[in-house]
């Protein structure tokens, strides 16, 4: 079974704080994304990243960086938090390999950040 | 126009219901659909996934995808409780394109 995990299911912190959350996956996937999801608004894609080092800007990058040193982690980075990025935070990964059910993504249980 | 349009809801059916969940899409680029169902406070998990237009049957589910008009439309049969979840369409224009999600249908069956 593939799994993603976070490193926190809850988290509360101050405006002007950094955060780093974590995600892992245990299946050697290439492809992992962070996306927030907001009541009204969906999920929206923050940064994916398709290889180690790499990264690519989603829909919403603004106020946010990411890491990705290993293969199975994906790191995200609020710079300096705002109330504003208070959301529920989900993790992603996926295979790229020309195969649609390769592709899709499996998801982790999602972080939900508090911003004071 | 928003590329993926999906009525939020929320939708509240008795047991044993025949369920439809629908989405709208304004990009013919689209090739790739499919429907994740996220229960309260936990991940999305891919529910069913479908390839053009055509027909997809998983036990009590079918997915349903018209390039056409297109439209995308989820079937629930014989709805249990345990279906109640919000439904959220995807799709994508292809190999190593990022997914695009509609909002999601909070849909609730009751006993």
């Known amino acids: 079974d593939v799994k993603v995990t976070q490193s926190s299911r809850y988290l509360v912190k101050r405006t002007g704080e950094k955060v780093f959350l974590e995600c892992v996956q245990d299946?050697?996937?290439?492809?992992m994304f962070w996306y927030r999801q907001d009541p009204g608004l969906g999920l929206r894609l923050i940064y994916f990243?398709?290889?180690?080092?790499?990264?690519e800007k989603g829909d919403i990058p603004e106020g946010y960086s990411v890491s990705r040193e290993k293969k199975e982690r994906f790191s995200l980075i609020l710079e300096s938090a705002s109330t504003n990025q208070t959301s529920m935070y989900l993790c992603?990964?996926?295979?790229?390999?020309?195969?649609?059910?390769?592709?899709?993504?499996?998801f982790g249980p999602g972080t939900r950040l508090l911003v004071l | 126009q928003k590329e993926v349009e999906q009525d939020p809801g929320p939708l509240s059916v008795p047991e044993g219901a025949i369920v439809s969940l629908n989405c709208t899409y304004s990009?013919?680029?689209?090739?790739?659909f499919m429907w994740y169902r996220q229960y309260s406070r936990k991940g999305p998990e891919l529910l069913m996934y479908?390839?053009?237009?055509g027909n997809k049957e998983d036990g009590r589910f079918t997915a349903q995808v018209d390039k056409s008009s297109k439209y995308i439309s989820l079937f629930i049969r014989d709805s249990q409780p345990s279906d109640s979840a919000t439904y959220l369409c995807?799709?994508?224009?292809?190999?190593?394109?990022?997914?695009?999600f509609g909002k999601g249908t909070l849909l609730t069956v009751n006993p």
């Open positions: 299946m050697d996937h290439e492809n």
């Open positions: 992603a990964s996926s295979f790229t390999s020309g195969q649609v059910w390769r592709e899709t993504q499996y």
């Open positions: 995807a799709m994508s224009r292809g190999s190593n394109y990022k997914l695009t």
């Open positions: 479908t390839y053009s237009s």
């Open positions: 990243s398709y290889d180690v080092k790499m990264k």
């Open positions: 990009n013919s680029a689209f090739q790739y």
